[in-house]
């Protein structure tokens, strides 16, 4: 999974976390696709501040997946389950042998 992929799961967890306008630059940049200054001139700041706070987003929510770890958590309970599915499918198949 490549980073960008991986901060737009994180957001699906933590963009609540996050003021408005961070949202909103998270937004505009990984789901609109907007370049940094599209983003700079939609907004009426600097090229850089939008950099910064992207930065600035990136981390909270890295900060945010290693203190809460909600998603690790997700994806351990998905191994757990598919494990139980499969021992629930053999029991089944044994019961019909």
């Known amino acids: ?6 901060y737009i799961i994180l957001y699906d967890y933590y ?3 996050l003021n408005n306008k961070q949202q909103c630059y998270f ?10 200054q599209e983003i700079s001139d939609n907004f009426n700041v600097s090229r850089n501040a939008i950099h910064k706070m992207l ?3 990136q981390n909270k929510l890295l900060f945010y997946e ?3 770890s909600l998603y690790k958590k997700s994806k351990d309970l998905e191994i757990v ?3 139980v599915d499969d021992k629930l499918k053999n029991k089944i198949m044994n019961i019909f042998n």
């Open 1 to 6: 999974m490549d980073k960008r992929d991986y």
């Open 15 to 17: 963009g609540n976390l």
């Open 27 to 36: 937004e505009a940049y990984y789901f609109d696709n907007l370049s940094l």
């Open 55 to 57: 930065i600035s987003i």
């Open 66 to 68: 290693d203190k809460l």
């Open 81 to 83: 389950l598919s494990e």
